[in-house]
């Protein structure tokens, strides 16, 4: 492989048209090249198919505002047609001996490894992530959760002794953009594994990994209509979380749409998991090694831009060492590299919409109006493009909108405790309860904390670290149902109690 200079490598990561179809050649190492086609139809029965609404929605790439491609509006027509195909598919998909069902979903996760670095040039063009982390954590982790659920699909009997578990039908999935790939692969694996045929619904602005995965699923001759792939904006997600031949949907997104689908399945008899917003708490105590716990923190809020559901956003430190921790996070701020996203040294990308940069903007002018302290690092910001620096509030109270509501941004706010029922207190007031992090050297702290934190994860001396076997999910308004390991296969099988005469 003819080694390039860093100077060509950039070059050749800037898009490139050729006659209407955009070509990359990926600024990471390789000589892979990867076409965008200007124009994507939906996925029904195994087929692309073009909208009946004859509406199309461009996807951006948020760190140049250049258009990707354009994506099918899917209007109610659309979805009912997306639907049929599932409910068609699952007469044969639920009776398929679960090794083979197993052996589907193998696959998938290995083409997907196959085709990592196209995957992860695509997620971070669509999505302004770091390429950095769509090649470490998105990719890598989608795989997993194949590869797990692959594992679960014929030992389902094993999971549910004696309780005869089935499929439940056609699963509407609704989720966000702000891990396109890997909520995907959240969704899809274990409704597979378990018998299930699908509807997606991708995010509008980051639409292009869901469909390059229906690719995957063409290579791995998974059967026509076992996932249906359906783009367009809210309304398509309205129309089909409403849909009648749903058995459950699933949903990850806002706590505001979490609701509004909660009051559009009210009264049926539809199975409904929430994966929703967070606010989380992260608690630095006295005897914490600091400067691990630095680096815990900075992963905690500006991975992924801070565009995370369970960013340890509410950073809460033992008052005693709270100017030199924030002293060591200021010094470590400086460092944090923002910019081109296909830069692989890159560790903060593009905010990702112009719509969520406003938000963040909002958010953070109401932190100074309301008297915390702002400190940003100097760093030049690309003038195209999406962006905001990496943020820290210190002097925050309890009743300041950057404390209370979900920014989804780089953002930390940053407060005190002195005592540790002080600081369960004040990790507990929120009305969110996804994710916690907690920092200490006494391995009986972490289990008294752990035991009063309202939160579906707790990390210890750790932050943002994933896995397929672990349950995620949240208490309160960040929504209900768990994802991932035994607990997440549980909310896509029905139990059946079936007793012979003993
Ligand atoms: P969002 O606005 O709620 O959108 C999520 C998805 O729902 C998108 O596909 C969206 O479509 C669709 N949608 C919009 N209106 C709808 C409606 N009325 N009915 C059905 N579907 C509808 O959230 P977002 O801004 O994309 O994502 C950010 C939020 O997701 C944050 O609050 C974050 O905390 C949360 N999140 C939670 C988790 C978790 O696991 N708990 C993980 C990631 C993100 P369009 O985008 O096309 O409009
Ligand atoms: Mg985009």
Known sequence: MAKTDKSENKAAARELAFGGVWQYA???????????????ELFVGGEWVKPKTGEYLPTINPATESVLS??????????DRAVAAAQQAFVGWRRLPAEQRARYVFRIARILLERAREFACLETLDNGKPIKETRDVDVPLAAQHFFHH???ADKLDLLFPGQHPEPLGVIGQVIPWNFPLLMAAWKLAPALAAGNTVVLKPAESSPLTALRLAEVFQQAELPPGVVNIVTGDGRTGAALVRHPGLAKVAFTGSTEVGKEIQRAVAGRSVELTLELGGKA?????????????????????????????????????QESVHDLFVDKLRRRMQRIRVGDPMDKNTD??????AAQLARIVELVQSGVDEGAELFQPRCELPAKGFWFAPTMFTGVGQTHRICREEIFGPVLSVSTFRTPEEAVEKANNTSYGLSAGIWTDKGARILWLASRMKAGVVWNNTFNRFDAASPF???????????????????YVRLKGALSPG
């Open 70 to 79: 354009e994506v099918a509006m899917a209007g109610a027509k659309d979805v």
């Open 281 to 317: 708490a992260h608690l630095v105590f006295e005897d914490a090694a600091l400067d691990q716990a630095v680096e815990g923190v900075v992963r905690g809020i500006f991975f992924n831009q801070g565009h995370v559901c369970c960013a340890g956003s509410r950073l809460i430190v």
């Open 473 to 491: 999910g949240g208490f309160k308004e960040s929504g209900f149902g768990r994802e991932g390991g035994r607990q997440g296969m549980r909310a």
């Open 348 to 353: 903060m990308g593009a905010i990702h919409s």
């Open 26 to 40: 990926p600024s990471i190492e390789g000589t892979d090249h990867f076409t965008i086609q200007a124009r994507h």
């Open 150 to 152: 692959a594992g679960w």
